[in-house]
């Protein structure tokens, strides 16, 4: 897997990942079941759910996963 290690700055609003895959979708906190994450989801009635998770990290909790993407102290994912 491939991965920037700079922070991304809080001021990036939608999903680099989501944006390769053909996506505009902002980054928001999501939950699977290794935990939270910083991501992309879709509600749109041909692609509802999930589009990527753009964060390395997983969090323990939606308070700081919130706390990371607001503070850019999380490392972007590379590549599909």
Same mark, same amino acid.
């Given at each position: 897997? @491939? +991965?920037? @290690?700079?922070?991304?700055?809080?001021?990036? #609003?939608?999903?680099?990942?989501?944006?390769?895959?053909?996506?505009?979708?902002?980054?928001?906190?999501?939950?699977? #079941?290794?935990? $939270?994450?910083?991501?992309?989801? !879709?509600?749109? @009635?041909?692609?509802? %759910?999930?589009? !990527?998770?753009?964060?390395?990290?997983?969090?323990? !909790?939606?308070?700081?996963? +919130?706390?990371?993407? #607001?503070?850019?102290? $999380?490392?972007?994912?590379? %590549?599909?």
């Amino acid at each position: 897997m @491939n +991965t920037t @290690n700079a922070t991304v700055s809080s001021s990036q #609003q939608c999903g680099k990942l989501a944006q390769e895959a053909g996506f505009d979708l902002p980054l928001q906190p999501l939950h699977s #079941q290794r935990g $939270w994450y910083i991501g992309t989801f !879709s509600d749109d @009635n041909s692609v509802f %759910g999930p589009v !990527s998770r753009e964060s390395v990290e997983y969090f323990s !909790s939606a308070e700081l996963a +919130t706390q990371a993407l #607001q503070d850019g102290t $999380w490392t972007q994912r590379c %590549g599909l």
